[in-house]
């Protein structure tokens, strides 16, 4: 039976535990999206209790996908040499690194991006009010080589792996969702066309990082929402991700956002879809959403609903919550 304690040794991952801190951003950059000391600091101290893999916060790719003023961002070269102390800090401290890669597509504001936010089609995912300009095919065209050339630069800072966001109605999560995605072309309809996009980025990623970078995908396994992406189609999806070049698929939840209000109060809220995505795919999956207790977490992956827990909000409140669970589940 598989324990939370357990290394995580499949095809070209090797961690030392199961336990993942999510990505989860806080705005402490420059306006130019560079890493700071306060980085460094907030992620050594959970890295140094002891947690398997930490994934780095979202960072944008290009300037029109940035969501926040104060954003990481990787969207240019001269970004690199603070991403690599970040990534070495992590290394230092003893967990293994990732960072998100993401565009949030109409999931941000004019006054942030610098533009009229960007998306699939003229509708705004949930809880934003700015229409949308449906992106030119040769605007996709541009995102996907962005993302090829963020992930480079992710490689060059010794980031030991790499996360695509496709889930809480960032841009792949747009394209995918029926609800947000209205196309008429080759990126729209069908569930091949709406996944067109996020096959093509990571195919981009995948050819620039080589074979060997482990990389993962936040996938919004359900939007939650009538004409949203439903779980049935998200089972689909799940092995043609896999297929084009991902080796951990990260669950979470689609344009319903990471913390839906209806679902919140229950632990494992999101723990549902990643079992039911890891019985169609052979990669290992993470289960994410509202995990606080030692307990529950190991049961999680006892029961073999997933291969790995993320643990948020809980190490946002205690960094030292997984060098405490790990003790707790060994006495
Ligand atoms: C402050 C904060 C920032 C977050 N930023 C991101 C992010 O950058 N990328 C992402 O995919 N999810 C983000 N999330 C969602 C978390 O990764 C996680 O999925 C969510 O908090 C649910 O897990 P939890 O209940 O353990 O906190 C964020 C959540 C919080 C609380």
Request: aromatic share 6%.
């Amino acid at each position: 039976m598989p324990t939370l304690s357990d290394p995580l040794v499949i095809g070209k991952f090797a961690l030392k535990n199961r336990i993942i801190m999510p990505p989860m951003a806080n705005d402490m950059s420059s306006e130019a999206g560079e890493v700071n000391n306060r980085h460094l600091d907030h992620y050594r101290v959970p890295a140094e209790a002891g947690v398997g893999l930490v994934i780095v916060e979202h960072s944008y790719i290009m300037p029109s996908g940035k969501m926040t003023r104060k954003q990481l961002g990787i969207y240019e070269n001269g970004l690199i040499d603070g991403l690599r102390s970040l990534a070495d800090t992590i290394r230092t401290a003893g967990a293994s690194s990732a960072i998100q890669l993401t565009h949030a597509g109409a999931n941000t504001t004019s006054d942030v991006c610098g533009c009229q936010p960007t998306g699939p089609s003229d509708v705004p995912p949930p809880k934003r009010k700015e229409t949308p300009r449906p992106l030119e095919v040769q605007e996709i065209e541009e995102i996907v080589a962005a993302y090829a050339q963020a992930a480079r630069r992710a490689q060059a800072a010794g980031f030991d792996s790499i996360e695509i966001h496709g889930a809480h109605g960032f841009l792949l999560n747009e394209f995918v969702s029926p609800y947000t995605n209205h196309r008429t072309d080759r990126y729209g309809g069908s569930t091949e066309n709406r996944l067109r996009l996020p096959l093509e980025v990571i195919a981009a990623v995948r050819a620039q990082v080589g074979p060997e970078l482990p990389l993962l995908y936040r996938f919004g396994a359900s939007d939650f929402m009538q004409e949203g992406l439903a779980l049935d189609e998200a089972r689909e999806i799940a092995p043609k991700l896999v297929e084009a070049g991902i080796d951990m698929l990260d669950i979470s939840g689609g344009l319903c956002g990471s913390r839906p209000k209806d679902l919140t109060d229950t632990q494992g809220y999101f723990v549902p879809l990643a079992s039911s995505i890891k019985a169609v795919v052979e990669v290992p999956v993470i289960a994410v959403g509202g995990i606080t207790d030692p307990i529950y977490a190991n049961s999680v992956v006892a029961e073999e609903k997933a291969d790995l827990v993320a643990v948020g909000r809980a190490m946002l409140k205690n960094p030292a919550w997984a060098g405490e669970a790990l003790a707790q589940l060994e006495s």
